[in-house]
């Protein structure tokens, strides 16, 4: 265990310097923005802001500024995780706490209820752009850090279920985890 | 850069503060040498301020350091006596499984280590007398995380080479007692 006791999300997001709310959503909007001009297609679109470069890349960076900041000790279960990412997580990096919910039977998959997100505000989806996850960063980065957390890589899929812009009442993300991957020696015995 | 917070919602944060050191530094570093690897056991930094007797070539050196406490952290969570769940020896180790040692001492140096649960370990050797370090270990993760990780030239799990960084570490490790 950790010899300083963890820091709740609120400690920390208190202890951090802020920059500006409308900064960060603009900022975001007009990155998104570019994306569509560039890529045109919004399942391209949609993949790059999860898997292939924004929200992946920004996890495994993360995850090291978390857990220097916050002390949480490693999580036990994936329970336990569920719970740090949403409480502490989540208030510390975007100021609000998302709950988690819809446990499934084996405790491996788990949605995160976020009632309102900071990347939206302003935003509105034109009816070109319907398929688009807006915020499909948030996927790339829970994906990106739980894959960097030691001993136990954990290998997950993170999909939207609801979407404010798209007309439900709040942001849910389903996280399910696929496997496991336990620490190994990485040298090769060769001598 | 200006931070300013109005409706403030996201963080940056500056340099962090340090905790309180009162070595002056003038009288020289009291480190000795600090490795920093990650989960991979790639050398991310190896930075010697005072050592006398080298051995081996380097990444034989790291290498032995690197495999020296994998082995070291295995071995002393199947010995502990309180915690009852234990696997076998040779059993990778798994989280929130036994304890973790943070420092050893010999009559010439002292050892302090500190992993994060994202695999990254940072090793300090300095000299005998000094007391407990888990809290400079912290600062200078925080030292990395502030000006490697966050860094977006730098491409993660290679070694590193910012002045920054080592600038300001260098700064820190002369407050250290």
């Known amino acids: 265990m950790a010899p300083l006791a963890p820091k709740t999300g609120d ?10 709310a409308e900064l960060f959503t603009l900022t975001y909007g007009a990155m998104v923005r570019q994306l569509l001009t560039d890529l045109e297609e919004v399942e391209e679109v949609n993949k790059q802001l ?23 000790s490693r999580c036990v279960d994936f329970k336990e995780t569920a719970d740090v990412i949403a409480k502490v997580g989540f208030k510390m990096f975007l100021g609000v706490t998302a709950s988690v919910t819809n446990w499934d039977a084996e405790g491996t998959s788990f949605s995160l209820v976020l009632e309102d997100n900071p990347l939206v ?19 790339g980065v829970i994906r990106g850090a739980l894959e960097m957390v030691c001993n136990v890589s954990m290998k997950t899929e993170v999909t939207w279920v609801r979407d404010m812009l798209h007309g439900d009442d709040a942001y849910e993300l389903r996280v399910k985890l696929l496997k496991q991957i336990p620490e ?8 | ?45 190896y930075r010697e301020w005072h050592r006398l007797l080298r051995t081996l070539d380097a990444s034989q050196d790291q290498k032995l350091m690197f495999g020296l406490l994998f ?12 915690s009852a769940d234990k696997g076998n020896l040779g059993v990778p180790l798994l989280p929130g499984q036994g304890c973790s040692f943070y420092s050893f001492r010999t009559n010439t140096y002292k050892l302090s280590f500190m992993e994060s649960p994202s695999g990254i370990k940072l090793i300090l050797i300095t000299h005998p007398k000094t007391g407990d370090h888990r809290e400079s ?26 002045e920054l960084f ?9 407050t250290l007692i």
């Open chain 1, 184 to 191: 190994e020696y990485p040298y090769k015995d060769d001598e």
């Open chain 2, 71 to 82: 082995s070291l952290r295995s071995f002393t969570a199947k010995m502990d006596p309180v």
């Open chain 1, 50 to 72: 999860d898997q292939m470069y924004v929200g992946y890349n920004i996890g495994v960076r993360l995850i090291d500024e978390f857990l220097a900041k916050s002390n949480v």
């Open chain 2, 166 to 174: 080592t600038t300001n570490l260098d700064q820190y490790v002369k």
């Open chain 2, 1 to 45: 850069m200006q931070f300013f917070s109005g409706s403030s919602v996201v963080d940056v944060s500056l340099s962090p503060t340090a905790p309180p050191g009162t070595a002056t530094g003038h009288a020289g570093n009291n480190a000795n040498v600090l490795y920093i690897f990650n989960r991979n056991g790639i050398c991310l930094l």
């Open chain 2, 137 to 162: 270990l912290k600062h200078i993760y925080n030292l990395y995380v502030e000006y490697v990780v966050k860094n977006p030239l730098y491409v993660t799990g290679t070694p590193i080479k910012s």
């Open chain 1, 11 to 20: 400690a920390v997001f208190a202890s951090i310097d802020h920059v500006n």
């Open chain 1, 121 to 139: 505000d302003f935003v509105e989806l034109p009816d070109t752009f319907q398929g688009l996850h807006y915020c499909n960063i948030l996927s």
